[in-house]
């Protein structure tokens, strides 16, 4: 929670809207009000702020410009304020409300100090970072609570000597550990393969337009060129790459340890194979357990061949045919499951690391320093005494 200090900050993006958001949070955020806000007709301010009241006035220098101030909470005292969107509206109103004694704040630091504890700031943070509907929807359930309610019942889990079962629901949780990892940064994609298997053509096939360069030529893509694209509201980045071959160029060989190093990277590498030379032997030092099969050009091959029959994904980035299957075989690897809404997710680094010390702390029987670590995550709570 934010100190005796009042702070105040844009909450809304900066630049032009119908309306924006300024958040006004400490002791004096009343007293700033009330010294400011010129409300509409004869309405008149209360002493104290009244939590859920609405009133409409005008505030700023001179005749000011018309706001909506909404008092969200009066223990703590959060105040919004809420003005047109334009930007020299907001900055005036940001500077005026500095000038009667607020300190102007970025928006991460508004959240951290106005939070009701860390977890809380940590999950509106990352919120505000989430772009597709996937990770909104995880994030959103630890906001309502999901993660906090998992940590209090598995904390009294602990205090009660029921180790044992604290372990399991503790590795239980780790699951999501690598989808925790990409609610933002999305999951990396390699096209790889031999010269001339189609790489380019899939990536092209896959955004929808020439995002790679395609020759006939061997060796044209000599750098790691990165799309990024969502599959079922989740974040997806494939990268193209150069093909892999024997080769005295040193642009070309550089592309290759490029390509090989962002193969190293990834969550996943799209092997990709001609079809019409269907023996390809993989490098060995691609992980199998990372590799999904993909056998282009079946525009030229006959028809009875199959995925089946291929042992793998059958695609021509041609004609798009498999391309559906391919992108669902590429989801379904990496997102196997996915969380239901509400269900608690350990949904940042932060909290996934301190799972990890927590567990360390089981298997040596050293509950009190397990305590210490989530101490200072659940503000106004003695762990070491729960019940």
Same mark, same amino acid.
């Given at each position: 929670?934010?100190?005796?200090?009042?702070?105040?900050?844009?909450?809304?993006?900066?630049?032009?809207?119908?309306?924006?958001?300024?958040?006004?949070?400490?002791?004096?955020?009343?007293?700033?009000?009330?010294?400011?806000?010129?409300?509409?007709?004869?309405?008149?301010?209360?002493? #104290?702020?009244?939590?859920?009241?609405?009133?409409?006035?005008?505030?700023?220098?001179?005749?000011?410009?018309? %706001?909506?101030?909404?008092?969200?909470?009066?223990?703590?005292?959060?105040?919004?304020?809420?003005?047109?969107?334009?930007?020299?509206?907001?900055?005036?109103?940001?500077?005026?409300?500095?000038?009667?004694?607020?300190?102007?704040?970025?928006?991460?630091?508004?959240? +951290?100090?106005?939070?009701?504890?860390?977890?809380?700031?940590?999950?509106?943070?990352?919120?505000?970072?989430?772009?597709?509907?996937?990770?909104?929807?995880?994030? #959103?359930?630890?906001?309502?609570?999901?993660?906090?309610?998992?940590?209090?019942?598995?904390?009294?889990?602990?205090?009660?000597?029921?180790?044992?079962?604290?372990?399991?629901?503790?590795?239980?949780?780790?699951?999501?550990?690598?989808?925790?990892?990409?609610?933002?940064?999305?999951? +990396?994609?390699?096209?790889?393969?031999?010269?001339?298997?189609?790489?380019?053509?899939?990536?092209?096939?896959?955004?929808?337009?020439?995002?790679?360069?395609?020759?006939?030529?061997?060796?044209?893509?000599?750098?790691?060129?990165?799309?990024?694209?969502?599959?079922?509201?989740?974040?997806?980045?494939?990268?193209?790459?150069?093909?892999?071959?024997?080769?005295?160029?040193?642009?070309?060989?550089?592309?290759?340890?490029?390509?090989?190093?962002?193969?190293?990277?990834?969550?996943?590498?799209?092997?990709?194979?001609?079809?019409?030379?269907?023996?390809? %032997?993989?490098?060995?030092?691609?992980?199998?357990?990372?590799?999904?099969?993909?056998?282009?050009?079946?525009?030229?091959?006959?028809?009875?061949?199959?995925?089946?029959?291929?042992?793998?994904?059958?695609?021509?980035?041609?004609?798009?045919?498999?391309?559906?299957?391919?992108?669902?075989?590429?989801?379904?690897?990496?997102?196997?499951?996915?969380?239901?809404?509400?269900?608690? %997710?350990?949904?940042?680094?932060?909290? %996934?690391?301190?799972?990890?010390?927590?567990?360390?702390?089981?298997?040596?029987?050293?509950?009190?320093?397990?305590?210490?670590?989530?101490?200072?995550?659940?503000?106004?709570?003695?762990?070491?005494?729960?019940?």
């Amino acid at each position: 929670m934010y100190d005796s200090q009042t702070i105040v900050s844009r909450l809304t993006p900066r630049g032009k809207s119908a309306i924006a958001v300024l958040g006004l949070a400490g002791a004096d955020a009343w007293k700033i009000i009330l010294g400011s806000l010129r409300p509409r007709g004869k309405a008149k301010l209360p002493p #104290l702020p009244v939590a859920g009241s609405l009133v409409i006035g005008r505030m700023g220098e001179g005749a000011g410009d018309e %706001v909506v101030v909404h008092v969200v909470s009066d223990n703590p005292i959060l105040v919004e304020v809420n003005p047109h969107g334009g930007v020299s509206v907001v900055e005036m109103l940001l500077n005026f409300l500095a000038s009667r004694g607020a300190r102007l704040v970025d928006w991460q630091e508004y959240i +951290k100090a106005t939070a009701v504890d860390r977890i809380d700031a940590l999950a509106q943070l990352t919120l505000n970072q989430c772009s597709l509907q996937g990770p909104t929807e995880v994030v #959103l359930g630890q906001l309502n609570g999901a993660f906090k309610a998992w940590l209090d019942k598995w904390l009294i889990t602990v205090r009660q000597g029921d180790l044992g079962l604290a372990k399991a629901a503790l590795e239980s949780m780790m699951c999501w550990k690598q989808l925790a990892s990409h609610l933002i940064q999305p999951w +990396k994609i390699v096209i790889a393969g031999k010269t001339n298997a189609g790489k380019s053509s899939l990536m092209n096939c896959i955004a929808g337009y020439q995002r790679s360069i395609v020759s006939p030529l061997e060796g044209t893509t000599r750098d790691v060129l990165w799309l990024q694209t969502a599959i079922h509201g989740w974040p997806f980045a494939f990268a193209d790459t150069a093909g892999l071959r024997a080769s005295s160029d040193m642009l070309e060989t550089g592309g290759m340890e490029l390509g090989k190093i962002a193969m190293a990277d990834a969550d996943l590498c799209l092997w990709v194979i001609d079809a019409t030379v269907p023996h390809c %032997v993989m490098p060995a030092e691609i992980d199998p357990l990372k590799v999904l099969k993909v056998f282009n050009k079946m525009d030229l091959c006959h028809k009875s061949e199959t995925s089946e029959s291929m042992g793998g994904l059958c695609v021509s980035a041609v004609s798009g045919m498999g391309l559906d299957e391919l992108l669902e075989g590429v989801f379904e690897k990496l997102i196997p499951v996915r969380p239901a809404f509400g269900e608690p %997710v350990p949904f940042h680094s932060e909290l %996934v690391k301190n799972l990890e010390s927590s567990l360390i702390c089981l298997d040596n029987n050293l509950t009190e320093d397990l305590f210490l670590i989530w101490e200072p995550w659940l503000a106004g709570k003695n762990l070491l005494e729960m019940q």
